[in-house]
């Protein structure tokens, strides 16, 4: 069963970083689409960073120069990144996984696999 958990989140003050990180097991794939997701309360969820096999990356324009999607494949991990964060970047994060599709979007329906969200909060 594949499992992906995500660590890393916190209380920070602005202008603070945070590194997210996103272990995935229980599969063995030879390609991914692993994107990040927020939601704040009271707002819809939106896709933040993704990456790819080949490293292609691709960023929300609220977070671009800001964060940044790394990934370790020999520990079936990935990273967001988080710097100089704002009060508006607080939500629940998540890390999504498509091990089977071509490309990579935020298109959430072809994510099969999600971690459980962990909280970033950026204070004043």
């Known amino acids: 069963q594949v499992q992906l958990q995500e660590s890393g989140g916190g209380s920070v003050q602005s202008g603070g970083s945070l590194r997210l990180s996103c272990v995935a097991s229980?599969?063995?794939?030879?390609?991914?689409?692993m994107a990040w997701f927020r939601q704040a309360p009271g707002k819809e969820r939106e896709g933040v960073a993704y990456?790819?096999?080949?490293?292609?990356?691709d960023y929300a324009d609220s977070v671009k120069g800001r964060f940044t999607a790394s990934a370790d494949d020999a520990k079936n991990k990935w990273y967001l990144q988080m710097d100089n964060l704002k009060p508006e970047d607080t939500a629940m994060y998540f890390c999504?996984?498509?091990?089977?599709?071509?490309?990579?979007?935020?298109?959430?329906?072809?994510?099969?696999?999600w971690g459980q969200g962990i909280q970033v909060t950026v204070s004043h």
């Open positions: 990456i790819t096999t080949d490293g292609t990356t």
């Open positions: 229980g599969y063995s794939y030879t390609r991914y689409c």
């Open positions: 999504a996984a498509d091990f089977v599709g071509f490309g990579c979007n935020w298109y959430a329906l072809r994510f099969d696999y």
